[in-house]
């Protein structure tokens, strides 16, 4: 499989390490364009494959286009590559931006529209995923091997479904991220030292997600099972859902599928 990846950025490079892991293509048949002379450099040495600041020659012969560049930089690049794309499958993981104004300014109709997160760096990823109607089940299978190099995958027939993934599992990270910091900062506030949160904080956390995905079981009932009534859990716990913990977390999910919604909205312009 030849595969061209235009944007260098954080996913681009995931993607590059994740399909080379895979044994997906070779290091001579993938192609990553930007238009950083650094990020180039980078890729380059880290990976070994081809870069190129013209993105009309990087996806020459490709089998697979990977559009990894930001929302607001996706007209410019399909404007730049529309009548350049046969037949290959073109696969966008930009943020708000359907498929429809994908179609309109590539002019192509064989179209996958994903929503990875950063995760994906160290195969871990959650990518959810659509497609076109048009695309033919090789095309899809390719799309599906693609994804699947990074972690796990879900597609979805509804594009609808992409912006609350994206606002879900695509921001998700960072509000995991800034939990785990808080938690270490609390640590570290009664007497830890720094060290010593952080490896309690990344275990129990990463623990926790492992136990609930292996016990099939509600988060509620799990809580339960740590929560002793008059206890230290019960005490915490109460604090955290006075502050709001919960309707804080569900109101910032909702800010972040709105976001999602404007970004569609301004037609990747």
Same mark, same amino acid.
């Given at each position: ?29 993938? &192609? ?89 760096? &160290? ?26 190099? #990074?972690?796990?995958? #879900? ?32 640590? &570290? ?22 136990? #609930? ?39 910032? &999910? #909702? ?15």
């Amino acid at each position: 499989m030849k595969v061209a990846v235009i944007g260098g950025g954080t996913m681009g490079g995931a993607l590059v390490k994740s399909i080379l892991r895979a044994r997906l293509a070779l290091k001579g048949d993938i &192609v990553v364009s930007d238009v950083s002379r650094d990020r180039r450099d980078m890729i380059k040495k880290r990976h070994g494959v081809a870069v190129t600041d013209n993105n009309v020659q990087a996806v020459e012969g490709a089998d697979a286009v990977i559009l990894a560049v930001k929302p607001q930089e996706m007209a410019a690049v399909l404007g730049r590559l529309s009548g350049h794309l046969a037949s290959q499958l073109v696969i966008s993981i930009a943020a708000g931006i359907s498929l429809d104004t994908i179609s309109q300014i590539s002019k192509q109709s064989a179209l996958v529209r994903a929503m990875p997160n950063t995760p994906a760096q &160290v195969g871990k990823g959650m990518t959810v995923w659509t497609s076109s109607g048009e695309l033919a089940l090789e095309k899809h299978d390719m799309a599906r091997k693609i994804l699947a190099s #990074m972690g796990e995958e #879900m597609y979805l027939k509804d594009e609808r479904y992409l912006d609350m993934a994206t606002a879900v599992s695509g921001s998700g990270p960072a509000y995991v991220f800034l939990f785990i910091e808080a938690l270490i900062d609390a640590g &570290v506030h009664i007497g830890l030292t720094r060290d010593m949160a952080q490896i309690l904080v990344i275990e129990t956390v990463a623990g926790s997600a492992e136990a #609930m995905k292996k016990m099939s079981r509600h988060p509620a009932e799990l809580r339960n099972m740590v929560t002793s009534p008059g206890g230290t859990t019960a005490e915490a716990l109460f604090r955290l859902e006075s502050g709001g913990f919960r309707s804080l977390v569900i109101s910032a &999910v #909702m800010a972040a599928y709105e976001k999602a919604q404007r970004l569609g909205s301004k037609k990747a312009g």
